[in-house]
Nanobody, 118 residues
Framework: VQLVESGGGLVQPGGSLRLSCAAS????????MSWHRQAPGKERELVAV?????????NYVESVKGRFTISRDNAKNTVYLHMNSLKPEDTAVYYC???????????WGQGTQVTVSS
């Protein structure tokens, strides 16, 4: 199993980014996927989850509702996190993970840094 995130970087407040997570080594279309983030000095938090069929299950972070959207392309074995109206408090390392049938995130990518700053 391999998960590789990309798309992070430095963006000004109010800007947008699209993170990608390329999956390999398993049947991607059969798994729920999730995005998490960890800000400096804080615990990692679950941001969003998407079902195998592409239905967003939930945004778990109140502060990102209406700004972040999770999506996937099963033909490309890729899950995305679309982030709009970015704020400095969105600065974090963002990770994707595979969620197994026990609702446990059992495999993780290496993370991609997102920095929101003017």
């Amino acid at each position: 199993v391999q998960l590789v995130e990309s798309g992070g970087g430095l963006v000004q407040p109010g800007g947008s980014l699209r993170l990608s997570c390329a999956a390999s080594g398993f049947t991607f279309s059969m798994y729920t996927m999730s995005w998490h983030r960890q800000a400096p000095g804080k615990e990692r938090e679950l941001v969003a989850v998407i079902s195998s069929a592409g239905a967003m299950i939930e945004n778990y972070v109140e502060s990102v509702k209406g700004r972040f959207t999770i999506s996937r392309d099963n033909a490309k074995n890729t899950v995305y996190l679309h982030m709009n109206s970015l704020k400095p408090e969105d600065t974090a390392v963002y990770y994707c993970a595979r969620r197994n049938y026990r609702n446990y995130d059992d495999n993780w990518g290496q993370g991609t840094q997102v920095t929101v700053s003017s």
